[in-house]
Structures are given as C-alpha cells and as structure tokens.
Antibody, heavy 124, light 107 residues
Framework: QVQLVQSGAEVKKPGASVKVSCKASGYTFTNYYMHWVRQAPGQGLEWMGIINPSGGSTSYAQKFQGRVTMTRETSTSTIYLELSSLRSEDTAVYFC?????????????????WGQGTLVTVSS | EIVLTQSPDFQSVTPKEKVTITCRASQSIGISLHWYQQKPDQSPKLLINYASQSISGVPSRFSGSGSGTDFTLTINSLEAEDAATYYCHQTTSLPHSFGQGTKLEIK
C-alpha cells in the first residue's frame, strides 16, 4: 500500500550528526516532492525543507542552512535527512511527508501522506 | 517568510459544541491554506485543503473557509474523538510554514 516508513529512533551526543531515512512505497517515488518537518517535545510543527526526488534539488529553511542535507536514492525510493552539529534543541520527532503536487507542475501543496516519525534525542 | 498565527492556543469544549479556530497569515496567501489534526503520538492528518476543500473520509462536521489572510476551521457538533491539536499550513511559497497549533480539550 501507499506508505512512508521511517528509520528508528536515534540517540546522539551534542556535536554529532544524525541521518534519518524515509522509504516510500506504493506509488511512483519520483513523481512527488517530499518534505521534512520536525516537532520538538510538546511543541508545534516546523518545516525544515523540501527535496525533488526526481532531480534531487533541495530548498531548506534558513534556520537549518549549513547544518542540513536532504538527499534521495531513487533505486530504493528513499529520502534521507542529515542534520549535523546537533544540540539539545534538536531533540524532536522528525517526519517525512509527501506533497500532493506532482513535480512536473513546479509548485508545492499540502501533505497527503506522512511517515510515522523518528525520535532523535540529543543528550550528553 | 510567511507567519501564521492561530487563535486560540487552547480551548476546553463540551461535546456537541461548535468550535471555531482561526488562522491569520502575515501576508496574502490566496487559498493555499490547509488544516491538519494531530493526536498524541500520531502523525498529522489532513482535514481540509485549499482553505475549504473537504477530504474524503473526514467527517462532514469539519469545514473550512477564508482567503487572503484570514481563515477559519469550524467543527460542528464536536465529538469526544476530536480532542487533538489542530494546525494550519501555508503552501503559497517556500518556505512553508505552520501555525503554532490549537489544542482542543474535551470536557
């Protein structure tokens, strides 16, 4: 069925990096933009960035520029989020989400499919 | 960057009550505004897209309205299962942004 399955929880020390994966299935992976959204404990949703699974182009929220890298692997229909120089404030659940817009339209829209979330804990 | 401000932040309501949540954008976003429901330890679920378009499978008591900078999510005849946090989300341009959320508690 159509779904996004994310990798498991991570515990990292401050200053380290983390890489979270999100595997798509049940649809044509390269047709739809993908986003990453995070949610700190007890807090709201925060958009981190977008990747075009077809060409690999990305756009990141300014807050994360220089620390975030989003990549994709078309052979396995998987996208990745790598966040470096981790600090305690990066402790959060990280979600991948599919944009309902197809990439050929060149515009983005609402998120119609979400992964289950990956908890990243940053603690010394 | 477009800032979305929701009100209220929290509301305690009784079943069968009508609830209205508002979302104000810092600049005009047309109708590129969507609403999600999130229950504890779950991923967000799409309720309304493009300000007022209903989603298949979402109960008809949920409706949306608005355009430009002011938007409303209305829940008619609230049910116990509607206890959740609700978020608005704008997609008119990058970066996307979300409102801070409105938590509904059922009395």
């Amino acid at each position: 069925q159509v779904q996004l399955v994310q990798s498991g929880a991570e515990v990292k020390k401050p200053g380290a990096s983390v890489k979270v994966s999100c595997k798509a299935s049940g649809y044509t992976f390269t047709n739809y933009y993908m986003h990453w959204v995070r949610q700190a404990p007890g807090q709201g949703l925060e958009w981190m960035g977008i990747i075009n699974p077809s060409g690999g182009s990305t756009s990141y929220a300014q807050k994360f520029q220089g620390r975030v890298t989003m990549t994709r692997e078309t052979s396995t229909s998987t996208i990745y989020l790598e966040l470096s120089s981790l600090r305690s404030e990066d402790t959060a659940v990280y979600f991948c989400a599919r944009d309902h817009q197809i990439v050929v339209r060149g515009i983005t829209g609402y998120f119609d499919l979400w992964g289950q979330g990956t908890l990243v804990t940053v603690s010394s | 960057e477009i800032v979305l401000t929701q009100s209220p932040d929290f509301q305690s309501v009784t079943p069968k009550e009508k609830v209205t949540i508002t979302c104000r954008a810092s600049q005009s976003i047309g109708i590129s505004l969507h609403w999600y429901q999130q229950k504890p330890d779950q991923s967000p679920k799409l309720l309304i897209n493009y300000a007022s378009q209903s989603i298949s499978g979402v109960p008809s008591r949920f409706s949306g309205s608005g355009s430009g900078t002011d938007f409303t999510l209305t829940i008619n005849s609230l049910e116990a299962e509607d206890a959740a946090t609700y978020y608005c989300h704008q997609t008119t341009s990058l970066p996307h942004s979300f409102g801070q959320g409105t938590k509904l508690e059922i009395k």
